[in-house]
């Protein structure tokens, strides 16, 4: 069974970092593009970044402004959204989501998605 | 404000076929396959419809999709109550080279 846990959310300051983790299981990780997409409260879904197979392409959407970074490790199963200078408008629901190909593009689509994990960016 | 356009809500009744409309535009859409999701209140998103039209395993075949042109579209036939959630389109963008997704339609079974 494909299962993804993403972790790492929290209460945060404006202005502060964090990094979420997703651990993957239930597949070959090392074969599958992985995605991060967030859902603010009460809204719809935003595409966020994408890493794929190897890291070697990666995409981070523009209105992250260079502030949010993802990368992976294949030998841990794992993918990381690294955040800074986090605002407001980027408290949301983060779900790890995972591709069916190797590498992101329309031949694709995002097949298992995770629970999710919460972020919140507050004063 | 979402690149893919999507009604905010639609409505039926039990046994009735509703259609969620999604509209997007020619680097999306128009060019590459759309897929469907389903979030159900409190839950994850949950694909439902892949390549336009193909359903994944354990998706009932009340539900079809289906796209022409710039718009795709999801019909729900012998609607039942537990089908109440919201539904999301999605597609690759070749001009932003990223996933695109509509604004999402509450679907209420009355």
């Known amino acids: 069974e494909v299962q993804l846990v993403e972790s790492g959310g929290g209460l945060v300051q404006p202005g502060e970092s964090l990094r979420l983790s997703c651990s993957a299981s239930?597949?070959?990780?090392?074969?599958?593009?992985i995605h991060w997409v967030r859902q603010a409260p009460g809204k719809g879904l935003q595409y966020v970044a994408g890493?794929?197979?190897?890291?070697?392409?990666?995409y981070n959407s523009d209105f992250v402004k260079g502030g949010f970074t993802i990368s992976r490790d294949n030998s841990k199963s794992t993918v990381f959204l690294q955040m800074r200078s986090l605002r407001p408008e980027d408290t949301a629901v983060y779900y790890c989501v995972k591709d069916i190909f190797g590498y992101f593009g329309a031949l694709g689509h995002l097949d298992y998605w995770g629970q999710g994990t919460l972020v919140a960016v507050s004063s | 404000q979402s690149v893919l356009t999507q009604p905010p809500s639609v409505s039926g009744t039990p046994g009735q076929r509703v259609t969620i409309s999604c509209s997007g535009s020619s680097s999306n859409v128009g060019s590459n396959p759309v897929n469907w999701y389903q979030q159900l209140p409190g839950a994850a998103p949950k694909l439902f419809i892949s390549n336009d039209d193909e359903r994944p395993s354990g998706v009932p075949d009340r539900f079809s999709g289906s796209k022409s042109g710039t718009s795709a579209s999801l019909a729900i036939s012998g609607l039942q109550s537990e089908d109440e959630a919201d539904y999301y389109c999605a597609s690759w963008d070749d001009r932003l080279s990223a996933w695109v997704f509509g604004g999402g339609t509450k679907l209420t079974v009355l």
């Open positions: 890493i794929s197979i190897n890291g070697g392409t990666t």
């Open positions: 239930g597949f070959t990780f090392r074969n599958y593009a």
